[in-house]
């Protein structure tokens, strides 16, 4: 079955630091790629995703190239800001379309 | 405002007590799914449903029960709930699907059950 490995948080950087965290994944098919982010006591909301191999998603300063060789769609920024402290997930979408299969996220917590 | 909401929020309960988390979408969503978080895990997906009255299992269903009467509306059912059924909830929509739109979550049902 299809699988989505990112890298254990929690992740701490300071104010304006470059920002990556990794995401490796498995399937089969043809699937889409997402980044979804959740703040404390929300519900996910979505970054950015690629719908297909070498497509760049971004927003709001945050970009990730689904990388099909590699098999991967790391999550990078220039420079964070501490509005920016969430919880990441990477998650795929399978071919039918019925199924968003997630990371065990990230923890990212930025200080001033 | 679009929106996915689930009721309640908080949920603590005694084992074997049946309840019911209700999820409604204002969006006109095909699909609809409810998901579980636990820390390390991310989210597992419990039961899907791409229109009404079409439902069908996701990775972890054991113990829940859904159904789809109005298309707005996907409830998640614990018949007999369990301690290790303790856990964070999420329901999501899609208008076209999980690979090709965005999902909207809802806020959480945080559920405990001793």
């Known amino acids: 079955g299809n699988s989505v490995t990112q890298m254990e948080g929690p992740v701490t950087l300071s104010e304006e630091a470059f920002l990556t965290i990794n995401c490796t994944y498995t399937?089969?098919?043809?699937?889409?790629l997402f980044w979804y982010v959740q703040y404390p006591g929300e519900g996910l909301q979505l970054l950015l995703k690629?719908?297909?191999?070498?497509d760049k998603g971004s927003n709001k300063g945050f970009e990730a190239t689904y990388r099909k060789e590699t098999t991967s769609f790391h999550l990078e920024k220039g420079s964070v800001q501490v509005s920016d402290s969430a919880v990441y997930f990477c998650a795929l979408g399978n071919n039918a379309g019925n199924m968003l299969t997630f990371g065990g996220g990230t923890r990212l917590m930025v200080k001033p | 405002e679009a929106q996915v909401t689930q009721n309640p929020r908080y949920l603590i309960t005694v084992t074997g007590k049946k309840l019911t988390v209700t999820c409604s979408q204002n969006?006109?969503?095909?699909?609809m799914s409810w998901y579980r978080q636990d820390p390390g895990l991310g989210l597992r997906q419990i039961y899907y449903s791409m229109n009404v009255e079409v439902t069908d299992k996701g990775d972890v269903p054991e113990g829940y029960k859904v159904s789809r009467k109005e298309k707005r509306n996907f409830p998640l059912i614990l018949e007999s709930p369990s301690p290790n059924q303790t856990s964070l909830y999420f329901c999501?929509?899609?208008?076209?699907?999980?690979?090709?739109?965005?999902?909207?979550f809802g806020q959480g049902t945080r559920l405990t059950v001793v």
């Open positions: 399937a089969t098919g043809y699937p889409s």
């Open positions: 690629a719908t297909k191999a070498d």
């Open positions: 969006m006109n969503h095909e699909y």
């Open positions: 999501a929509s899609s208008l076209g699907g999980f690979r090709n739109t965005e999902a909207f």
